[in-house]
């Protein structure tokens, strides 16, 4: 989960990306974006140097969401910006709320269809089966 903020930071060797082929928006093509795609399977090579672009990203207190993908299908992952003990939850069009269980750093992710808001909220333990939120980040796919 946490492989697209790591390769963001590597820039002295190649990054070699995995997606599927639904990685791209509905209105660009995967080749269009720089995926080779084969059936289901998509790669995309990032030369040195150079960061491997997200569709979207961002981040609310210590949560983060990223975003791959448009309407017609589309990934989503929330992860802990800090070192914190709780979960995530994550939902957006064609996803119902689904959670990590509470973990260190947690994070989680799911696929969905559909344009809308999506959301990611992380949530801190407090003990005693209290929690804190952490932050929700939202982007929107289209």
């Given at each position: 989960?946490?492989?697209?903020?790591?390769?963001?930071?590597?820039?002295?060797?190649p990054?070699?990306?995995?997606?599927?082929?639904?990685?791209?928006?509905?209105?660009?093509?995967?080749?269009?974006n720089?995926?080779?795609?084969?059936g289901?399977?998509c790669?995309?090579?990032?030369?040195?140097?150079v960061?491997?672009?997200?569709?979207a990203?961002?981040c609310?207190v210590?949560?983060?969401?990223?975003?791959?993908?448009?309407?017609?299908?589309?990934?989503?992952t929330?992860?802990?910006?800090?070192?914190?003990?709780?979960?995530?939850?994550?939902?957006?069009?064609?996803?119902?709320?689904?959670s990590?269980?509470d973990?260190?750093?947690?994070?989680?992710?799911?696929s969905?269809?559909?344009?809308?808001?999506?959301?990611?909220?992380?949530?801190?333990a407090?003990?005693?089966?209290?929690?804190?939120?952490?932050?929700?980040?939202c982007k929107?796919?289209?």
């Amino acid at each position: 989960m946490f492989r697209f903020r790591l390769a963001a930071a590597l820039v002295a060797a190649p990054l070699l990306l995995l997606g599927s082929a639904s990685a791209a928006s509905a209105d660009r093509s995967p080749e269009a974006n720089g995926w080779t795609c084969d059936g289901d399977v998509c790669l995309r090579y990032t030369p040195e140097g150079v960061a491997a672009p997200l569709d979207a990203h961002g981040c609310s207190v210590d949560t983060c969401i990223d975003v791959f993908g448009g309407a017609s299908s589309y990934s989503v992952t929330g992860y802990a910006d800090d070192a914190w003990y709780g979960h995530m939850d994550v939902w957006g069009p064609g996803i119902p709320i689904g959670s990590s269980g509470d973990a260190y750093m947690p994070h989680t992710g799911r696929s969905g269809r559909g344009a809308g808001q999506v959301c990611a909220q992380g949530w801190m333990a407090l003990g005693g089966g209290r929690y804190t939120s952490k932050g929700l980040p939202c982007k929107t796919v289209s």
